[in-house]
């Protein structure tokens, strides 16, 4: 985002804290309470960092290139 204001609240998101989540559906609620990102936490990107070795579904959640590669070779997807 181009909101330098609201960039404090825009949470990047490793590969590897997705592959830890017990839920295959994961969305910016379930990163809350998986206490990944904080409550306040307005949005969330998957970066390209560690690895995941199982079908996730990402729902709501910006992931760059390589992390959305990651994901579908992992057979996940996601979701807009």
Known sequence: SSDVCSSDLNYEVRLTDLDRLPVEEIDLLALQVAGIVP??????????????????????????????????AAGGSIAE
């Not at 970066?47 to 959640?61: C, F, H, M």
């Open 39 to 72: 409550g306040d936490a307005l949005s969330a990107k998957v970066i390209l960092a560690g690895s995941i070795g199982r079908k996730i579904v990402l729902k709501g959640v910006g992931a760059t290139k390589g992390a959305k590669a990651a994901i579908e």
